[in-house]
């Protein structure tokens, strides 16, 4: 993996090792000055933020950077960052990092120019329109997980409640994304683990949601067959603190593409996974991926009960390379990776008590996510979910 490939899918994707050093250029060839760099506070003084800033001035730019990002993004995260961006009279942002920052990134974007609350854009029936422009977002993601940097929608929750709103609009995606598989290199184990559970997520359950899309559906399969190839050895890599072997780029590298697939296919939709994870988030503040990686078994072994589902299964397990070609084979290939990249097998480790259940299974039946999933959900299964998680 040496060349540098471009895609206009489902924006232009600069791809392969070395593609951050195309920022420069890009952004003297759009006549773009003023860059508001947004990162979280885990890569905010990590040498590649460095990096990027000094590419960024090669540009003949005078970029600030904002690292009011941590954990899940809240609103006043956001707040802050439309003042940073407002204090530095900037003209685009650039995303640096993971789901959070590139949400952020996404919904200061839309505050620049549409007044009142982030919310009164949230997706739904009265929403006000987002009609007026929105400044360029350019993408430069750091792990391989949430695919957010090809998504249109942002996720941000409320402070003192920690739901979650989602806002959506076909000008939020950014453009270019910068898809480099060496900044990914020195992600730890346990992040690489999560994200990439985070990735197989939407990719097996954009591959089950409810609907017609044969096209979604492709993209899911190919991007199993992928994590399936390089996940376990990601996290290897990471364990053993390999360096910038080709292999190891590779492997990063199609990780990286595998998530950003995920993202295309659940245009399709998600499914009961993403919202016990979410719920998990909101209540507990877990991390995104570990809440999936932690409960896709759960969740899957719900959906396997369905016998119409057998055969979307059998394509799964054949995708990726389950020694038995079924439902069962999935959920074991599943639980077997689970285990290799050192993904907990339920709840009870981390800090989720019977107390948090009713509080859990309402945000789960809230959230929309389950409403595609191909078997309908009652509050009561989502419960027995997570009891279950508790009781391992
Ligand atoms: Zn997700």
């Given at each position: 993996m040496n060349t540098l490939n471009e895609f206009s899918f489902p924006t232009h994707i600069i791809f392969g090792p070395g593609a951050r050093k195309r920022m420069g250029e890009t952004l003297l060839s759009r006549a773009l000055k003023r860059p508001l760099l947004i990162t979280d506070q885990g890569i905010t003084s990590l040498p590649m933020t460095a990096e990027i800033c000094e590419l960024v001035a090669a540009g003949n730019c005078d970029v600030r950077k904002f690292d009011?990002?941590?954990?899940?993004?809240?609103?006043?995260?956001?707040q802050a960052g439309l003042q940073a961006y407002r204090d530095h009279n900037a003209d685009c942002i650039i995303a640096l990092g993971g789901g959070a920052p590139v949400d952020v990134s996404k919904a200061v974007a839309v505050m620049v120019n549409h007044p009142g609350s982030l919310f009164d854009y949230e997706d739904r029936s009265d929403a006000k329109p987002i009609d007026k422009p929105v400044p360029p977002i350019l993408a430069v993601p750091t792990t391989a997980g949430t695919g957010s940097e090809v998504g249109r929608s942002t996720v941000i929750s409320e402070d003192d409640t920690h739901v979650k709103r989602i806002i959506f609009?076909?000008?939020?995606?950014?453009?270019?994304?910068?898809?480099?598989?060496?900044?990914?290199?020195?992600?730890?184990?346990?992040?690489?683990?999560?994200?990439?559970?985070?990735?197989?997520?939407?990719?097996?359950?954009?591959?089950?949601?409810?609907?017609?899309?044969?096209?979604?559906?492709?993209?899911?399969?190919?991007?199993?067959r992928m994590v399936a190839r390089n996940l376990r050895a990601c996290v290897d890599?990471?364990?053993?603190?390999?360096?910038a072997t080709p292999e190891h780029l590779t492997a990063r590298g199609e990780m990286l593409l595998a998530s950003i697939m995920g993202a295309v296919a659940f245009q399709k939709g998600l499914g009961v996974t993403h919202s016990l994870a979410h719920s998990l988030s909101t209540v507990k503040d877990m991390h995104h991926g570990l809440a999936n990686g932690i409960m896709i078994s759960y969740a899957m072994a719900f959906n396997a009960a369905d016998a119409s589902l057998q055969p979307v299964f059998r394509i799964m397990a054949q995708a990726v390379g389950a020694p038995e070609e079924s439902a069962g084979g999935f959920l074991r290939w599943i639980?077997?990776?689970r285990e290799a990249i050192g993904i907990p097998t339920g709840l009870a480790g981390q800090g989720v008590t019977d107390a948090d259940l009713e509080n859990l299974t309402r945000f789960a039946f809230q959230d929309g996510c389950h409403q595609l999933n191909p078997r309908t959900v009652s509050a009561d299964d989502l419960r027995n979910m997570y009891a279950q998680s508790l009781r391992v």
């Open positions: 009011g990002v941590q954990g899940n993004p809240i609103y006043s995260q956001v609009s076909p000008k939020l995606l950014p453009n270019p994304v910068f898809a480099d598989p060496e900044l990914l290199l020195a992600l730890p184990a346990s992040i690489t683990a999560a994200t990439g559970m985070d990735a197989l997520t939407h990719l097996v359950e954009a591959r089950l949601a409810r609907g017609y899309h044969p096209m979604c559906d492709g993209i899911a399969i190919e991007g199993l890599y990471a364990r053993n603190g390999t360096g639980d077997e990776l």
